[in-house]
């Protein structure tokens, strides 16, 4: 399994956009990347899944470049309850058990 | 609600005691995977089913054991317990093959030890 390398913690105010980069330099041809996000006390919760360039949903945006070695999450205009730990995970396109890093702690300031 | 239902959600135990903890997946999935978190350690992959069968195993100690019965429910078993083990133990589904459709995790359930 590809290893992943994230922020251990961020800080970001309300309304402001953020981003979240993780880097994969050993990522396969089969990897998918995903992201989760997790708040105290709770499972974590499926964000958003891409192979390559760009993929965006009601929740996140992710951006993945050409040679798929890093990707960054993008969070539009968070608010305090964006407050929680996001994982990125790299997994190859079969089913396979899901290995969690530390994550980044994102920390939302009114 | 994400419709992976664990049960019970908090439980308190003894020492050297045994305890089985239950997982219905999603309607639909045939993957159940279990996790472990505790402050410490993050979250760790337990033991992966699926449609009844063990496909993968993580730091699973030996005295705990899973099984997926054939309605696909899953129960974790955790015995001889230790202070150690208190930690919150997550239930994940997803639907077959193919990491494509994520997993859906349940709302876990926290094992306290004393």
């Known amino acids: 399994l590809a290893k992943t390398t994230q922020p251990i913690s961020m800080d970001s105010y309300e309304g402001q956009e953020v981003n979240i980069t993780c880097s994969h330099n050993n990522i396969a041809t089969n990897d998918y990347i995903t992201w989760y996000q997790q708040f105290p006390s709770q499972g974590p919760r499926f964000i958003i899944q891409g192979y390559k360039t760009k993929v965006t949903n009601e929740v996140a945006s992710l951006f993945i470049p050409a040679d798929r070695k890093s990707s960054t999450l993008s969070l539009p205009r968070v608010s305090l309850s964006d407050t929680a730990v996001y994982y990125c995970?790299?997994?190859?396109?079969?089913?396979?058990?899901?290995?969690f890093g530390k994550g980044t702690r994102l920390h939302i300031l009114p | 609600d994400s419709g992976v239902t664990q049960t019970p959600k908090h439980l308190i135990t003894a020492t050297g005691q045994r305890v089985t903890l239950r997982c219905s997946p999603r309607?639909?999935?045939?993957?159940v995977y279990w996790y472990q978190q505790s402050l410490d350690q993050g979250l760790q992959f337990l033991i992966q089913?699926?449609?009844?069968?063990?496909?993968a195993k993580g730091n699973i100690l030996e005295r705990f054991s899973a099984q997926q019965f054939p309605d696909l429910h899953s129960e974790l078993n955790l015995s001889s317990l230790e202070l150690g083990d208190s930690a919150l133990y997550f239930c994940a589904s997803s639907a077959r093959e193919g990491q494509n459709y994520g997993y859906t995790f349940g709302s876990g359930t926290r094992l306290t030890v004393v």
């Open positions: 089913y699926y449609n009844g069968e063990e496909r």
């Open positions: 995970l790299v997994v190859p396109n079969r089913d396979d058990k899901i290995i």
């Open positions: 309607s639909g999935d045939l993957s």
